[in-house]
């Protein structure tokens, strides 16, 4: 699927592509920060509008239940209103022509009261004084509101829609006698027309209405413009500046009044709120656009500039398909394709040098080649000559010198031997050249040296690295037997562990032993790989060592020296035990001396 773009994914065009993706996610998000806000913005400013005109209102509202208040407190000091109710008080019920005579006191003030329905007034046994039917103020209002009124001393308590009739608001007060200390004496309810308290006539618009709610502390709406249900009640009583209706998403801004406890709520459509938005949105598309036609003429100019001197370069650089390697004549204006240019001119000068280094270096190559196969004539010709040497010995009857010869060339074939092919040998073979080594060195120091084998002939084909156990022996010779008078004897141990899964390999000898000081010193130099003193003591089993972690890895190729001065020297070290061959023999165990 991709091999079909292949031939499209250019510098130019990726640098298109990438200026392209840069600029239309710069003007998205400037788009969308700029719309959003604009957007927070308008409403915000609509929001305060709303939030004024609804102080306004509430202000109004204020007034108006100012203006009843002072209505009540006028009828509840009247002189005789108080004077009816004290008589009451004392045992003096008022009779029929006394309540008959309430009518013209209280449409007096009901005459100059706007929106005023109906004035109440009743006694401290709840019996109505005024108008004349014989109603219970506690059958008229819930008791729980006549006891709020007793708690408030005097205060008007609106109490909101009147039960009885709802297109009327109550308000309860008791009534205070000022001769008696501001005792109880009895109430007042009025009921007014709830149209009264409409602050203003809600807006209209072409389209949708701006809503407007007067809602009592209970949640119950006293003038509303809206169908309200109890659950969109509980809505409006939430704390969100957002609610949703009939499917219309609304601004809310609530304004609670201090007389009454109610809620003047005014709910402004969301579309009247963002109405220029959407003008807002299509400039801000258009300016998008226009923006991305521009910019994108731009890169393609840009993109341009910058690939054209780049494709002279691939058009030269193809020419080197040919074995040719060309200058590039002409330059560029801008520093960074300049220093291109220059580079790769100087790369062709070196290449170009190079090529002809290697056809020199190729000639003596070939002269080395053949150098180096005369120089394998070499090791033939050594073992040549001590096989003739061998064979002159044993005309003479000089066997024991030709034993010696023969076991030589032995150890100059197992040694001299590509080291590709013969790396790794097998514990057989390392032995053997131990026995051959040790027998020339029988021939050097004679009854001096007694030496012993010890292995296990189950594990002779048990591969290890070729010369790994021989310097360990010339040290014990060399270092240990050699320089007693006496001489000593060597014993070299192959046994498996405990597990059979490594090969523990033991070389010790009862020589002169090593001092504990010079001991330290070996122990050091085989672990940071210095010498000790100016003969490189300590070489051989440094190698060793390094050798056995080299192809066993560290745990494996641990290697320990144990000495005493004057007892003798032990070495130790394992070998873990792969592809070994098993024999038809157990054990095989070889003594000289």
Known sequence: MFSKFWPYNTLRNQILIGFM??????????????????????????????????VQANGRLDALIGQMDTLTAQIMTDTYVQELLQNNLNGNTPDFSQRQKLARTVGHYQTYSKGVNRIELYTMDYLKLFPLDEQRLDNRVKKEWIWRADDLKGRPLWIGLDPDEPDHVLSLRRISLVDRWFSSGGYLLVSMDRSVFVPREPSTGGNQTEALVLMDPQGLPIISNLTITPDQSELLRG???????????????????????????????????????????????????????LFLLLSYLVSSLITRPILRLI??????????????????????????NYTYNQMADNINELIRLVYEKELLQSQTELKA???QINPHFLYNTLEALYWSLSDKGEDELADLVIALSHIFRYVISATGRQEWVTIRDELEHIERYLQIMKSRLGSRLDWSIDSVKEYGNVPVPKLIIQPLVENAIVHGIEKRVRGGTLRVRIE???????????????GTGIEETVLKELLLSITTGTSIGSKRTGLGIRNVKRRLELYYGVTAGELTIESLPGVGTTVRFEIPIERETYDENNTNRTDRG
């Open 496 to 510: 498996p562990s405990p597990e059979r899964s490594h090969l523990k390999v033991t070389i010790e000898d009862d």
């Open 373 to 375: 196969l005369q120089a």
């Open 21 to 54: 993706l840069v600029m239309t996610i710069v003007l998205f998000v400037f788009g969308i920060n700029t719309y959003s806000s604009v957007s927070e913005l308008l409403t915000k400013s609509a929001a305060k509008h709303i939030q004024e005109t609804a």
């Open 315 to 340: 058009k030269t650089m193809r020419g080197a398909r040919d074995g040719i390697l060309k200058r590039i004549s002409h330059g560029s204006r801008t520093m960074e394709l300049q220093e291109l």
């Open 239 to 293: 704390s969100s500046p957002y609610v949703t209706m009939n499917g219309i998403e609304y601004m809310m801004i609530s304004q609670k009044s201090s007389e009454t406890g109610w809620s003047l709520i005014i709910l402004t459509p969301m579309q009247e709120v963002t109405k220029g938005i959407s003008v807002l949105r299509n400039v801000l598309l258009i300016s998008g656009l226009i923006g991305f036609l």
